[in-house]
C-alpha cells in the first residue's frame, strides 16, 4: 500500500524546532514500512538528531549562522533579503527529505532521536511536508 498527504506546519521563527509530535499522527495508517518526509521549500530543512537537551537545538542554530552569515559579500542572490542566500546553502548542506522505517505503526527512531525543522529565514512562512507512506 501507498499513501501520500501533505502537512502543513504554521510559520515558525528562525531555529531548530522539533516537529516529530506533528509527524507521527500522519503514519499510523501503516505497521511495517517506510515514510518518507519531503520538504517542499528550499529555504528550511529537515534533520534527524537529539531530542533531549535544548542546547543541542541552540548549538546547532549557532554553528549554521556562523558557518554561513547572513549579508555574507560572496554572495550575489540578495534580492531577498540578507537570509535568503544563506538559508538556500544551509539547506543544500542539510537537506529536505528524510526517510524513516515504520515499525509497529510507529517511527523507528532510536531512543534520543527527533524530527527537525530547521527554519533558516527570520519570517519563513508556513511550510509543507509530503509524506509518501510505503507498507502494509
Known amino acids: 500500500m501507498t499513501l501520500q498527504r501533505t ?3 504554521p ?11 506533528q509527524i507521527e499522527p500522519e503514519i499510523r495508517e501503516i505497521s511495517t514500512g517506510i515514510a518518507h518526509l519531503f520538504l517542499q521549500h528550499s529555504s528550511a530543512s529537515l534533520a534527524i538528531n537529539e ?3 535544548p542546547d543541542v537545538r541552540r548549538d546547532v542554530e549557532h554553528f549554521l549562522r556562523t558557518l554561513i ?4 559579500a ?4 540578495t534580492l531577498e533579503g540578507p537570509d535568503d542566500m544563506p538559508a538556500h546553502m544551509k539547506n543544500i548542506l542539510i537537506g529536505s527529505s528524510l526517510t524513516i ?9 532510536g531512543t534520543w532521536q527527533g524530527i527537525y525543522l530547521l527554519e533558516h529565514r527570520e519570517h519563513g512562512g508556513e511550510r ?8 502494509e
Open 7 to 9: 502537512l502543513t506546519l
Open 11 to 21: 510559520p515558525m521563527p528562525r531555529g531548530v524546532h522539533l516537529i516529530t509530535r
Open 51 to 53: 531530542n533531549y537537551d
Open 69 to 72: 552569515p547572513d549579508g555574507w
Open 74 to 77: 560572496g554572495f550575489t542572490h
Open 101 to 109: 522505517p515504520v515499525t509497529d505503526g510507529r517511527l523507528a527512531l
Open 128 to 135: 509543507r511536508i509530503v509524506i509518501t507512506l510505503m507498507g
